[in-house]
């Protein structure tokens, strides 16, 4: 039996973001906070692994607007998000996948927007729910002060996060 590999020149590249992720992900998310800066940097990272695994037409939006890149964020509270939008915005029917996400830091009030277009129908029951659950769980053990809503459209779902980074009392 052989075995083809496809080769592609972007492998090294690759291989550098995700041991990037995997570092991060089994050595920093053990700490209770990260610097905003690091977070972003995990994002962008995961980003560019999506960018390069789909071959299919991908547009992505990803807009930073951050006044503080020291500030102390739970790590890996907003990757789900980003995870959730590819896992479910990318399917065989759709041309082209649209996915925005739009980070906003202003005095340790963080707002966390992410839109993916799908093909689902309008109200259908949002498989990620689970998914966003969890999340909701642990935002509610780091932070007294956020608000999350999901909605599922005709042609796009979205997540709207907002939390109060300095409103992290139990930690």
Not at 55 to 69: G, S
Not at 94 to 104: A, D, M, N, Q, V
């Amino acid at each position: 039996m052989h075995w083809h590999v496809k080769k592609s020149d972007k492998t090294p590249e690759v291989v550098v973001r995700l041991s990037k992720l995997l570092r991060f992900m089994l050595y920093e998310s053990a700490k209770e906070v990260v610097p905003i800066e690091e977070e972003i940097r995990i994002l962008e990272d995961y980003v560019q692994l999506e960018e390069i695994r789909h071959t299919k037409k991908l547009n992505i939006i990803f807009q930073k607007e951050i006044d503080n890149y020291n500030q102390l964020i739970a790590p890996l509270i907003l990757l789900p998000f980003i995870e959730n939008a590819f896992k479910h915005g990318i399917n065989e029917t759709l041309e082209e996948t649209t996915i925005i996400i739009k980070i906003k830091l202003v005095e340790g009030q963080l707002s966390f927007y992410v839109m993916n277009s799908h093909e689902n129908e309008p109200g259908a029951p949002i498989n990620a729910n689970i998914g966003l659950s969890n999340v909701r769980r642990q935002l509610e053990l780091m932070y007294n002060e956020f608000t999350l809503n999901a909605c599922n459209l005709e042609r796009t779902f979205i997540v709207d996060l907002a939390i109060n980074l300095n409103s992290n009392g139990k930690i």
